[in-house]
């Protein structure tokens, strides 16, 4: 449950104004929780947990998005 509630803390993390390192250590830790919870997820196969996930992996993306920059 722990491992929920850091989830559900990250989701409502403000993202502006970050430095690339900032960046780089919320999209580990972004892959760290989702890595977590598909393990739980496995064994339940709760709906919310996947919503969690989606959710999480969506704000994975953005942050990404912004590391890569524009390509061109």
Request: zero cysteines; glycine letters at 2%; proline letters at 0%.
């Given at each position: ?49 996947m919503d ?21």
């Amino acid at each position: 449950m722990e491992l929920i509630n850091e989830a559900l803390e990250f989701e409502n993390e403000n993202m502006t104004h970050m430095s690339t390192s900032d960046r780089i250590e919320a999209s580990r830790k972004a892959k760290r929780l989702v890595l977590g919870i598909n393990e739980i997820y496995k064994k339940t196969r709760d709906k919310k947990l996947m919503d969690i996930m989606k959710r999480i992996t969506a704000k994975k993306r953005k942050i990404e998005k912004r590391l890569k920059g524009r390509v061109s």
